[in-house]
């Protein structure tokens, strides 16, 4: 990796959470990473402020965080910009739920823990946006209706209430290039979905077609 240093072979000692390097308390944290500055406390509201709000208006990709009985779990969210809305209370997120796989971890978690966090990203900008709060799941019509596209309405609606709203600063976006264009015809640096699938079954599951049928059949389920 560019501007790092290549990697030296690891004493396993350094792994363990028992080493004398592990940060154990939050004194030793602090003396660590020093005290948040001025700028880093004032940003965090209890509610969407006007800024915040234009921030998820233009967002068009959150990742959800949950937790519940089978541990953490963080998943994609994504619509055109403006999919999450704010209602005028400033506290109010109504998120919609679209068709996927089914699994539904994220729903499941909040049953159980109504607990949930968001961090919005805008193509382009280095700064994200993170909200904590809690959430139910809501199937009322007229907040149903106002998620409807193509005809279809979501499966269900999240309701969060915002109880902490900050913006994070740019730097893991810049060191990441995360917005930086690939150059057209760069070749994908991961395998397939398909070629996943075949590698964690040993071979017993047909990805090349499931490679070859995907982009339609998603095309066909985004709403």
């Known amino acids: 990796m560019q501007g790092m240093t290549a990697p030296a072979p690891l004493n396993p000692a350094a792994l ?8 154990h308390t939050l004194r030793q944290l602090e003396s660590l990473l020093g005290t948040p500055s001025e700028a880093a406390v004032a940003k965090e509201l209890p509610r969407v402020h006007p800024g915040y709000r234009a921030m998820i208006e233009a967002s068009p990709f959150a990742v959800l965080a949950t937790q519940g009985p089978g541990g953490l779990d963080a998943s994609p969210r994504g619509d055109p910009a403006g999919f999450v809305q704010v209602l005028d209370d400033d506290q ?6 679209r068709r996927g796989n089914h699994r539904a971890d994220s729903l499941r978690n909040i ?3 109504p607990r949930v966090a968001l961090l919005f990203l805008i193509p382009g900008v280095g700064e994200t946006l993170r909200v904590n709060g809690r ?3 809501s199937v009322a019509p007229d907040l149903m209706a106002r998620f409807v596209v ?4 979501p499966q269900c609606v999240l309701v969060i ?3 902490s709203v900050y913006f994070q600063c740019a730097r893991a976006i810049q060191r990441s290039g995360l917005w930086d264009s690939a150059p057209p015809g760069t070749p994908r ?3 397939t979905p398909g070629a996943l699938l075949a590698s964690i079954t040993h071979g017993s599951f047909d990805g090349e077609t499931y490679d070859r049928e995907l982009p339609a059949r998603q095309q066909a389920s985004l709403y």
């Open 111 to 113: 049953l159980t823990d």
């Open 161 to 163: 209430k915002a109880e």
């Open 92 to 97: 109010t997120l109504l998120l919609p739920e």
């Open 189 to 191: 640096p991961v395998p």
């Open 16 to 23: 363990s959470a028992d080493s004398e390097h592990t940060i």
């Open 135 to 137: 959430a139910h799941i």
């Open 150 to 153: 193509n005809g279809k309405p």
